[in-house]
């Protein structure tokens, strides 16, 4: 019985593992997983402390919002899945990685490549949310499956006619 037991613990040690993604490559990817099949529970178990009560919930209901839109049309939800996930490249120095991704669809179309800021915390790899805004802000790409947004410049001030000469 006692060896079940550890033989219970040890495979829900290494499910565990898998799924926290002993990688931050894996980690980031399951994020887009759960994010592109609308698997909401349990988001925030990828998502770093520095963001997960400042933006957590916020990516949830992106996420719940999201998978409202895929129930409604199963067939563009298929289409538009995620097929892959393509690490264009990756550094990691002890804690934290930097990676450059580009999700690829299943209608085969590719995202622009996105920047991913993870820290490894608890022994798990998440997503620094604030920090990959940040690398986003910086001009280094935007987030996998997002568009550039470009500020919109203020609009000019309507100058008053110039007076009639007399």
């Known amino acids: 019985m006692k060896r079940l037991a550890i033989g219970i613990a040890m495979t829900a040690a290494l499910v565990a593992c898998s799924e926290s993604g002993g990688t931050p490559q894996a980690a980031a990817e399951e ?3 759960k ?3 609308g698997d909401c529970e349990g988001l925030r178990e990828y998502i770093s402390a520095n963001g997960r009560e400042l933006v957590g919930p916020k990516i949830e209901q992106g996420c719940g919002m ?3 839109e895929r129930d409604k049309d199963p067939a563009k939800a298929q289409k538009e899945g995620l097929k892959e996930v393509h690490v264009v490249e990756a550094k990691e120095e ?3 990685a930097t990676l450059k991704i580009e999700p690829e669809r299943n209608d085969g ?3 622009p490549a996105g920047t991913f800021v993870m820290v490894k ?3 798990r790899w998440r997503i620094d949310l604030l920090a990959t805004g940040q690398a986003m802000g910086a001009g280094m790409g935007p987030g996998p499956g997002t568009e550039p947004q470009m500020p919109t410049p ?3 001030a ?3 006619a110039p007076a009639p000469a007399k």
């Open 94 to 96: 002890g804690d934290k």
């Open 154 to 156: 203020p609009a000019a």
């Open 35 to 37: 994010m592109s099949t």
């Open 121 to 123: 915390e608890e022994g």
């Open 158 to 160: 309507p100058q008053p």
């Open 66 to 68: 999201a998978k409202t």
């Open 31 to 33: 994020f887009l997983r």
């Open 109 to 111: 179309r590719r995202e």
